[in-house]
């Protein structure tokens, strides 16, 4: 993981006004310029992907940088899910090179992808229905007890290991955590979502439009810990439709229409009408 950005002086951040309560509002504050020669967690140089007849994306450049939340914003069809998709590693980019920490990566796979730390909360895939939400949260790295072939769940390590990493993002599960995927709402499994890919040590934490079903309050939450997890050292991508949250907690911010790139912006270079000009010019 690379050093977060101005260790010595943490930079001030912003929370959405009312989070979790009430109206998100962007904020007035200075974001802090990307010190000279800081590596980006991810940097996607030149990518290019076309699906048969379909141009999905042309010459993409970005880069996700510690402590920082880029959100990547765009209409319809623009190329963001395809984007996110290939940081992931759910396929290869048909041109262009992925940098993670300032080395060339080839991403063979998702599962590749998380191993080197690299977290993506799909919004339908966020959680599984039938698992407990402790079990949600140590899928795949279930801590075991006994010998040999009598090897199980330690359930109250697990447990141990969901409150810890719940608590880590600040959610207050007030329910057991044996509570089905199935009962918990929207927004509560975005922040298990979550809460999963902090707690298992990710470096980069890409977010497709987690807030777009929720309500204000639902979506205040999942923003507040979107900004929890910055605060921890992650870079973050945030893919959302809903430039007021994209305001509201990106520090940078790259808007993609018809697969190119239409300009990269830090948040306090730019405001909601000049965002929703470009798009409609360019979308
Ligand atoms: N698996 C696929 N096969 C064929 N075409 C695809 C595939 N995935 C995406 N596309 C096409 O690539 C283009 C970009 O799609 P993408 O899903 O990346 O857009 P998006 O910006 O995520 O849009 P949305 O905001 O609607 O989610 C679209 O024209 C889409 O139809
Ligand atoms: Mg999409």
Known sequence: MSEPLNPDQPPTRARPSGAGSGELEASRRTIEPIPPGAVPVMEADHISK?????????????????????????????????????LSGVFPPDGGTLRFNGQDVVLRNPAEARERGIATVFQDLAVCELLSVTRNIVLGREPQKGFGPF?????????????????????????????????????????LAIARAMFFGSSLLILDEPTSALAVRQAGKVLDHILTARDQG????????????????????????????????????????????????VG
């Open 234 to 281: 992650q870079a973050v991508i945030l893919i959302t439709h809903n430039f007021r949250h994209a305001l509201s907690v990106a520090d940078d911010i790259t808007v993609l229409a018809q697969g190119r790139v239409a300009g990269h912006f830090r948040r306090d270079e730019t405001d909601l009408d000049a965002l929703t000009d470009l798009v409609a010019r």
């Open 151 to 191: 090897k199980f769940l330690d359930l109250k390590k697990a447990d141990a290991m969901a409150r810890s990493a719940l608590h880590q993002l600040g959610v207050r599960w007030e329910r057991g955590l044996d509570e089905k995927g199935i009962n918990i709402s929207g927004g509560e499994r975005q922040s």
């Open 50 to 86: 076309g699906f048969g007849a379909t141009t999905a994306l042309v010459d993409v450049s970005l880069k996700a940088y510690s402590g920082r939340i880029l959100a990547l914003l765009g209409d319809n069809g623009a190329g963001k899910s395809t984007l996110i998709k290939i």
